[in-house]
């Protein structure tokens, strides 16, 4: 069956460390996004990619990086400079612009 | 102001009662509208998707656009509480955008039996 797979499900980070978000994607989707969920705030988009080797920021992307290197594959790498990086992540693809969303079932890290 | 807003809730009701739920936005050039459906630690899964203004059903769910008044809705009918989730509104103006939807807050409904 085509989706969106996220690992891990849960991630737990130290002060100072990085660590990535895996996204994979068999849909043959051009486009793919990531948006940070926190209660009561809705979905914020971190960083988007429409073809490979092209991302463009999104509203919150400091403290984020990103790679699109595949046209499946679309990981977030959340740095240590990113202050406040204890929420739901959230990775999704599309068919193309105007077109809805598949979502993957989202990875929680939290700052230990 | 945000580009959309949408009721946080939480919306409680009881099994078989019809539920409303609305967006309103700011941006003309949005034609694309969508309802998401999210239940607790999930991701979330397109319910309905529309194209313009108009009217779209599907089973009990219809989705309604009035570009004019700039609101959406989302009309549940004999909820179940299977129904029971967030559900997020979405739209997007298209190309240029970078197909980029903009989320409404979400608005947690509970059907209670």
């Known amino acids: 069956d085509g989706g969106i797979t996220q690992s891990p499900k849960y991630l737990f980070r130290k002060e100072g460390q990085n660590v990535t978000l895996s996204c994979e994607q068999n849909?043959?989707?051009?486009?793919m996004y990531w948006y940070r969920q926190d209660p009561g705030q809705g979905l914020r988009l971190i960083y988007y990619?429409?073809?490979?080797?092209?991302?463009q920021k999104g509203d919150i992307a400091e403290g984020y990086s990103v790679s699109r290197e595949k046209k499946e594959s679309f990981p977030l790498t959340v740095t240590s400079a990113q202050k406040n990086p204890t929420a739901f992540y959230l990775c999704?693809?599309?068919?193309?612009?105007?077109?809805?969303?598949?979502f993957g079932s989202g990875t929680r890290l939290t700052v230990v | 102001q945000k580009e959309v807003e949408q009721d946080p809730g939480p919306l409680s009701v009881p099994e078989g009662a019809i539920v409303s739920l609305n967006c309103t936005y700011s941006n003309s050039a949005f034609q694309y509208f969508m309802w998401y459906r999210q239940y607790s630690r999930k991701g979330p899964e397109l319910l309905m998707y529309t194209y313009s203004s108009g009217n779209k059903e599907d089973g009990r769910f219809t989705a309604q656009v009035d570009k004019s008044s700039k609101y959406i809705s989302l009309f549940i009918r004999d909820s179940q509480p299977s129904d029971s989730a967030t559900y997020l509104c979405a739209m997007s103006a298209g190309a240029g955008q970078g197909g980029k939807l903009i989320f409404g807050q979400g608005t947690e409904l509970s059907v209670k039996p």
């Open positions: 999704a693809s599309s068919i193309g612009l105007g077109y809805g969303y598949t």
């Open positions: 990619s429409q073809i490979v080797n092209d991302f």
């Open positions: 849909l043959n989707h051009d486009a």
